[in-house]
């Protein structure tokens, strides 16, 4: 795993824009894996600048996303669908028809589940894999525990996931329980990772990710994948 430290989310955030738009460039065709929330947030307007410049063509790009909250389709705007449609698809020119994003209000969940796992595997996994982390060492919604499922599958959200989106909603009672997300075996599945982290609230998740692999942080985890990148702010960096 390879490690930087910034000095603002902006910095952050344009370092792995950067490495988004060469892997675009030198692969028009790629697979993008893709991160809602607060921290890619910054990533996707730097990349929707670059592509408003003329420097950037996402024609031929598809993408694959990380999780949705069950029970939420796609025009709900606390949807992870709606929230990539707002943040970055309607604003480029990739083809919406090759985004994947798991479907909340599928009829059946699992056979759902085995679906998306197909669909990753059909598109021989992300090129390139933007991450953030959770205040407990999540990853997509793959929660700390004692056993983790390694596909795509159904979950529940623990109470400290449910609090640190509570933020988005009207109220802690309205966020979702149970999400659909890619295991982390479905991650794994990417040729290159890149894990992002900023604030103050992310400094224990860091440092538990980089002091030992526990399936109680699933990020630390992500240090047995041979092509990793970090790249935290200061604040993110500094129980290191
Ligand atoms: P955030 O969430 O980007 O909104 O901080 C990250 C996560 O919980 O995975």
């Known amino acids: 795993m390879r490690y930087f430290e910034t000095d603002t989310y902006y910095h952050m955030s344009r370092m792995a824009a950067n490495i988004i738009s060469a892997q675009i460039i030198t692969k028009p065709d790629c697979v993008l894996g893709l991160a809602t929330g607060s921290t890619p947030i910054g990533i996707y307007k730097q990349l929707i600048e670059w592509y408003k410049k003329g420097d950037l063509d996402f024609s031929d790009a598809a993408s694959i996303n990380l999780d949705e909250y069950l029970g939420l389709d796609g025009t709900n705007d606390q949807s992870y669908r709606y929230f990539m449609n707002k ?27 085995r679906k998306y796992e197909d669909k990753i595997d059909e598109l021989g996994g992300a090129d390139v894999q933007i991450l953030g982390i959770g205040r407990n060492g999540h990853i997509g919604f793959n929660e700390p525990d004692s056993v983790l499922v390694p596909t795509t599958h159904l979950t529940s959200l623990t109470e400290s996931t449910v609090e640190a ?8 009672a309205d966020v979702p329980r149970h999400a659909i997300t890619m295991g982390m075996r479905s991650i794994f599945k990417a040729k290159k990772i ?45 129980k290191v």
């Open 165 to 172: 989106n509570a933020r988005f909603f009207a109220s802690e």
């Open 87 to 113: 943040n970055l698809f309607d604003r480029v020119n990739i083809n919406k028809e090759n985004t994947n994003v798991p479907d909340g209000k599928a009829e059946n969940a699992e056979s759902f589940c």
């Open 194 to 238: 890149i894990v992002l982290a900023n604030g103050e609230s992310k400094a224990d998740a860091v440092k538990a990710m980089l002091e030992g692999i526990s399936t109680k942080c699933p990020a630390s985890l992500l240090c047995l994948h041979p092509n990793v990148v970090l790249i935290c702010d200061k604040a993110a960096y500094s």
